[in-house]
């Protein structure tokens, strides 16, 4: 069982930025983010791969955020640049025991962080 951890997140203004954190208790693979907002499922924003540095994006948020991590640390992060008022969302920290790629979606997530709020005002 691996557990995640978050922090991060928050409130910003359009156009502003934030950064997310993610540490893992163990050493896995495959993590990434997921968003949801209200009365919708959870939609997966950008994962990696450990081992090969393999990084993919949504496509709404190609160009503003990028994902990295700290494999001695076991930490993914979410640098969050020029937000947008619909990036607005709770961010989950995900993990996975199989790559997905681009077609990464909740169903196939095997470990979840606890989730953080992120707020951008226009």
């Known amino acids: 069982q691996v557990q995640l951890v978050e922090s991060g997140g928050g409130l910003a203004q359009a156009g502003g930025s934030l950064r997310l954190s993610c540490a893992a208790s163990?050493?896995?693979?495959?993590m990434g983010w997921f968003r949801q907002v209200p009365g919708k499922g959870r939609d997966f924003v950008a994962g990696?791969?450990?081992?090969?540095?393999?990084?993919y994006y949504a496509n709404s948020v190609k160009g503003r955020f990028t994902i990295s991590r700290d494999n001695a640390k076991n930490t993914v992060y979410l640098q969050m640049n020029t937000l947008k008022p619909e990036d607005t969302a709770i961010y989950y920290c995900?993990?996975?025991?199989?790559?997905?790629?681009?077609?990464?979606?909740?169903?196939?997530?095997?470990?979840w962080g606890q989730g953080t709020q992120v707020t951008v005002t226009s």
């Open positions: 995900a993990a996975t025991l199989v790559w997905y790629g681009s077609r990464w979606t909740e169903e196939y997530v095997d470990f």
């Open positions: 163990g050493r896995i693979q495959y």
């Open positions: 990696i791969v450990r081992s090969e540095g393999m990084i």
